[in-house]
């Protein structure tokens, strides 16, 4: 009985820790831009797009090439999340960096 209570009280901490990891995941703020500066993309630490800035200069460029900004934008915008993400959770968890 005692083993169950145990194991009650180590899940209500850990929900009690992912809480408080989701909160400091939204907010985190990260900004990428363009290879070009053409395109600023700001996300949170949850991946929720929070704004997209398109500099003025993007009428002179084609189509195909404020496509490749945009998506350059938004790749570098996730991959610094998730890599921020990762840092915060091994924080939280009690795991070193590497």
């Not at 209500?12 to 907010?27: C, V, Y």
């Not at 500066?37 to 630490?45: A, K, S």
């Not at 350059?72 to 968890?93: C, H, V, W």
């Given at each position: 009985?005692?083993?169950?209570?145990?194991?009650?009280?180590?899940?209500?901490?850990?929900?009690?820790?992912?809480?408080?990891?989701?909160?400091?995941?939204?907010?985190?703020?990260?900004?990428?831009?363009?290879?070009?500066?053409?395109?600023?993309v700001t996300?949170?630490?949850?991946?929720?797009?929070?704004e997209?800035?398109?500099?003025?200069?993007?009428?002179?460029?084609?189509?195909?090439?404020?496509?490749?900004?945009?998506?350059?934008?938004?790749?570098?915008?996730?991959?610094?999340?998730?890599?921020?993400?990762?840092?915060?959770?091994?924080?939280?968890?009690?795991?070193?960096?590497?």
């Amino acid at each position: 009985m005692f083993d169950k209570l145990g194991q009650l009280k180590d899940l209500w901490k850990l929900k009690g820790q992912m809480e408080e990891l989701k909160k400091r995941m939204d907010a985190m703020v990260i900004k990428a831009e363009s290879p070009k500066h053409l395109v600023e993309v700001t996300m949170n630490g949850s991946m929720e797009v929070k704004e997209v800035r398109v500099d003025a200069l993007a009428k002179n460029f084609s189509e195909a090439e404020l496509g490749e900004e945009i998506k350059a934008a938004f790749n570098k915008a996730i991959r610094d999340t998730q890599m921020m993400a990762a840092q915060a959770m091994g924080s939280n968890l009690g795991i070193p960096n590497a």
